[in-house]
């Protein structure tokens, strides 16, 4: 990622966000550590960067809730990290596939 678009990562916002409820008069520097290299990527969050964050979340969150199209996934890792793939109930992704023989 360049440097120039640390300001814009959703995940270090949002980590930035939650500091800055409990320091709202701080402005919030957050940093991206990239462990295999050991490089170290900052941004400093003003107040006006901690509200475009806020606005940039709940556009996530709308576009999430609206999506009522859930396709299936043939890629076994995104469901090991799924408490109802590992269910039995999971009516997409892989666990679909292998109940019906296509893994």
């Known amino acids: 990622m360049a440097q120039k678009d640390v300001a814009a990562n959703l995940q270090l916002g949002i980590y930035a966000l939650a500091v800055s409820l409990a320091f709202p008069d701080k402005d919030i520097r957050a940093e991206l550590y990239y462990l ?16 475009q964050v806020k606005v940039s979340l ?6 999430v809730v609206q999506n009522s199209s859930f396709l299936p996934t043939s890629n076994e890792r995104n469901c090991t990290f799924c408490d109802h793939s590992k269910s039995g109930a999971c009516a997409t992704g892989v666990a679909r596939l292998k109940r019906m023989g296509k893994i």
């Open 36 to 51: 295999r290299n050991g490089r170290r990527k900052a941004h400093t969050f003003t107040r006006e960067d901690i509200e």
């Open 58 to 63: 709940l556009e996530k969150i709308n576009q």
